[in-house]
């Protein structure tokens, strides 16, 4: 796919892999708008990019409410005219483990990390159908989107993004769009700090420092944190993306440490037909 002069909306663009997406995007000449509701950051970002000649605008959008979400789609085909590529990017750590969450948390979690991503397919997927020029719709899951670890709320989502790419990249094909699902490993973001866009309407409901401190004692969190510190940048993820549009990959991976972990899961599952596999089912 030739990407020069396309235009593409990215969720959570103001950091992190969202800001590498949005930049790798910008060098190859296709035009952005990022959204995010984090706005001095945006604006930032926007500004540096703009600085390098890139031809971007931002919207602030939280992507946990559709109306939010649709308005920012509208003012990028009032800005671009048309839009071909749709990054779902934009999440949050979210809920803590068993016996931490709450039904504030899994809401929050579930909105930013899973809604929005039906929501983009649902509203994006008609507009960059309707030019007949064909597209994209990337979304980020996770490694944790393939393998279980100690967070569930997140697990959830994940595994759900990857259940909708999966799924809608058979249906989308015939439609002209590719269908790709981003699952990184540990990037040099800033989620661990995902407290700061919490939307106000959770604010009496989660207590974002008593959570952070609660994870700060956690042994996993700890090592999570060191992994992230020292983890991939973002700006590479970026660009791994970019090709994958190019070449319409089903998954965009960005290293291998899991690899053993997705191993392990499929000789579970493999092991559960053969437990069962010289049986005849009552019907
Ligand atoms: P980040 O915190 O640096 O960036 C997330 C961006 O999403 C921020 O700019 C934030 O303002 C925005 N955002 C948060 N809530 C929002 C909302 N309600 N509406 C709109 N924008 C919102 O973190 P990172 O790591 O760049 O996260 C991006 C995606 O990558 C997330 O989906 C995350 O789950 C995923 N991911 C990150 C990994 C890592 O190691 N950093 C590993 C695997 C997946």
Redesign the pocket.
Known sequence: KELAGKTAFV????????LGIATALAQAGVKVMM????KD?LDKAISDLRLTNADVEGVI????LKDQLQAAADATIERFGKVHILVN????GGAGGYGQWNDAAWDWTI???LM?VVWGFEIFGPLIESHGEGGQIVS?????GLVAAVAPAYNVT?YGVVALSEGLRQELAPRGIGVSVL?????R???M??GR?L?GRFASKIDVEAAAAQAAESEFAKMAADL?NK?ID?LYVGELVREAIEEDWPYIFTDNMFESGVDERFAAIKAGFDRIRDRTPRH
Request: hydrophobic share 40%; glycine share 16%; charged share 15%.
């Open positions: 969720t959570g663009a103001a950091s992190g892999i969202g959204a995010d509701i984090e950051a959008a939280d992507v946990s990017n934009a999440g949050v909105g930013v990390n929005s980020t899951a996770s490694m944790a994940k699952c990184p490993g540990f990037i973001t800033k989620i700090e995902s866009n939307p992230i983890g973002p």
